[in-house]
């Protein structure tokens, strides 16, 4: 049966509509999904190879950079982060459009707003950067990568939480103060694991001790 055209109503109708906490807890969950998935394959299937370390000493379990690097690995990780990093640059304008609104009189936040934009950005380039180029590929380019995401990723955070802190100051809202609260936390457990991660990377590089990760997995 022929249709007649649809009525401006019709067509500018949602086709899906997702609410935006799914989408988000969906977003955020892609790299850990994968990255277990990843860990479980090369346990299973390559695990000389992927705990196989410079020193030729005993690694329990592969480091990230080798479980995300060999086949079929290489591709869920790419996967997982290419869903996640498109919506990450679209939330991250978001949130600039957000603090411009907040902080539009006030030029010190303002210019912490654009600073945050720039090392969202480049945060996410780099774990971009990191996961289509491997570790086994082009080393070097793989490291800055790395260097590039944790450093954007450590700066973004503290910009974040000063900017949360004025926004906490000033308005009263419980649901910003339990926002900031929670930035404050996650924060301090990432500089806590990154601060462990290269405590123990820069022994195992020194000593060559059973179970550390190799320098170049």
Same mark, same amino acid.
């Given at each position: 049966m022929l249709q007649g055209p649809l009525s401006n109503l019709d067509r500018d109708r949602p086709l899906i509509r997702v609410p935006f906490t799914i989408f988000a807890v969906a977003t955020v969950l892609l790299p850990l999904t994968g990255l277990l998935v990843c860990l479980i394959t090369s346990l299973l299937y390559h695990y000389e190879d992927s705990t196989y370390t410079h020193c030729q000493v005993s690694n329990y379990l592969p480091s990230i950079s080798s479980a995300i690097s060999r086949v079929p690995e290489l591709y869920i990780w790419r996967s997982c982060i290419g869903l996640h990093s498109a919506p990450r640059y679209l939330v991250t304008v978001a949130y600039f459009n957000f603090y411009r609104g907040r902080f539009a009189a006030r030029l010190p936040e #303002?210019?912490?707003?654009?600073?945050? #934009?720039?090392?969202?950005v480049a945060e996410n380039t780099g774990l971009v950067l990191l996961t289509y180029v491997a570790s086994t590929e082009a080393y070097k380019v793989h490291k800055y990568g790395f260097i590039v995401f944790i450093a954007c990723s450590q700066l973004h955070m503290l910009i974040t939480c000063r900017l949360w802190y004025v926004i906490k100051r000033t308005y009263v809202s419980p649901e910003e103060k339990t926002s900031f609260l929670w930035k404050v936390r996650i924060f301090l457990f990432n500089i806590s694991c990154c601060a462990a991660a290269a405590y123990f990377f820069r022994r195992h590089n020194k000593y060559c001790e059973t179970g550390g990760e190799s320098s170049r997995c």
């Amino acid at each position: 049966m022929l249709q007649g055209p649809l009525s401006n109503l019709d067509r500018d109708r949602p086709l899906i509509r997702v609410p935006f906490t799914i989408f988000a807890v969906a977003t955020v969950l892609l790299p850990l999904t994968g990255l277990l998935v990843c860990l479980i394959t090369s346990l299973l299937y390559h695990y000389e190879d992927s705990t196989y370390t410079h020193c030729q000493v005993s690694n329990y379990l592969p480091s990230i950079s080798s479980a995300i690097s060999r086949v079929p690995e290489l591709y869920i990780w790419r996967s997982c982060i290419g869903l996640h990093s498109a919506p990450r640059y679209l939330v991250t304008v978001a949130y600039f459009n957000f603090y411009r609104g907040r902080f539009a009189a006030r030029l010190p936040e #303002l210019l912490l707003s654009c600073l945050a #934009l720039i090392c969202c950005v480049a945060e996410n380039t780099g774990l971009v950067l990191l996961t289509y180029v491997a570790s086994t590929e082009a080393y070097k380019v793989h490291k800055y990568g790395f260097i590039v995401f944790i450093a954007c990723s450590q700066l973004h955070m503290l910009i974040t939480c000063r900017l949360w802190y004025v926004i906490k100051r000033t308005y009263v809202s419980p649901e910003e103060k339990t926002s900031f609260l929670w930035k404050v936390r996650i924060f301090l457990f990432n500089i806590s694991c990154c601060a462990a991660a290269a405590y123990f990377f820069r022994r195992h590089n020194k000593y060559c001790e059973t179970g550390g990760e190799s320098s170049r997995c």
